[in-house]
């Protein structure tokens, strides 16, 4: 596995609380990517990071926002969840030139 | 941005025949084709990618082609067992240092016993 751990890995809260996920890394990946998977619509970024302080939107990147404070930790936050944000999310880790490699990822329910 | 289209979006095949999936992309820059598997409740994992500069890459029953003028790429199974039953995924990275990948909506592989 490419030492990567996503944190929780399943999670139920209700529409208005705020959620922090976190990915954390062993590999001292330069890149770390967020994405959410839905049926019907494979894997679409959310944010990604190009080093620590240093991140950009995705494809979906509304409702949501992230931190990269050390080279290891990546969060994605979802400041007031709502139910469109049910989903299943992973994280993703690259060196520059090289694939990525994806955490187990955290299932994430939203009533 | 990246538009990836993949096909079919299910595959049954009997165990033993071949698979092959395709996709198409839009954007004539992009450089890097990886292909992903993903069985039921787990994470995506690399079977094999491709670069704009090969046209063929191989690695034991699994084989990627890439006709970077059509702009489409496809990912052979041959000898399909019934392990290889998952979804797959392929994917795009655009070119000028862009490591983004944006992904195609999969295809659910079965093989039959």
């Known amino acids: 596995d490419a030492g990567i751990t996503q944190s929780p890995r399943h999670k139920v809260t209700e529409t208005g609380t705020p959620v922090t996920l976190r990915c954390h890394q062993t590999e001292n990946h330069r890149y770390m990517y967020w994405y959410r998977q839905d049926p019907g619509h494979g894997l679409r970024l959310i944010h990604y990071s190009y080093g620590v302080k240093d991140t950009d939107k995705g494809e979906v990147s509304d409702g949501y926002s992230v931190s990269r404070s050390k080279t290891e930790d990546f969060l994605l936050t979802l400041e007031s969840a709502t139910s469109s944000q049910t989903s299943v999310y992973f994280c993703?880790?690259?060196?520059?030139?090289?694939?990525?490699?994806f955490g187990d990822g955290t299932r994430l329910s939203i009533l | 941005g990246e538009n990836v289209e993949q096909h079919p979006s299910t595959l049954s095949v009997q165990e033993g025949d071949s698979a092959v999936i395709k996709c198409t992309y839009s954007?004539?820059?992009?450089?890097?084709f990886p292909w992903y598997k993903q069985e039921l409740g787990k994470r995506p994992q690399l079977i094999i990618d491709i670069r704009s500069n090969v046209g063929e890459k191989k690695d034991q029953r699994i084989a990627v082609t890439l006709n970077k003028t059509a702009k489409h790429f496809s990912l052979h199974i041959t000898e399909t067992q019934p392990e290889d039953s998952a979804v797959y995924f392929c994917?795009?990275?655009?070119?000028?240092?862009?490591?983004?990948?944006?992904f195609g909506k999969g295809t659910k592989l079965s093989v039959i016993p």
């Open positions: 993703a880790i690259s060196e520059s030139g090289e694939p990525q490699h």
């Open positions: 994917a795009v990275q655009p070119g000028a240092g862009s490591y983004q990948l944006t």
């Open positions: 954007d004539s820059a992009s450089n890097y």
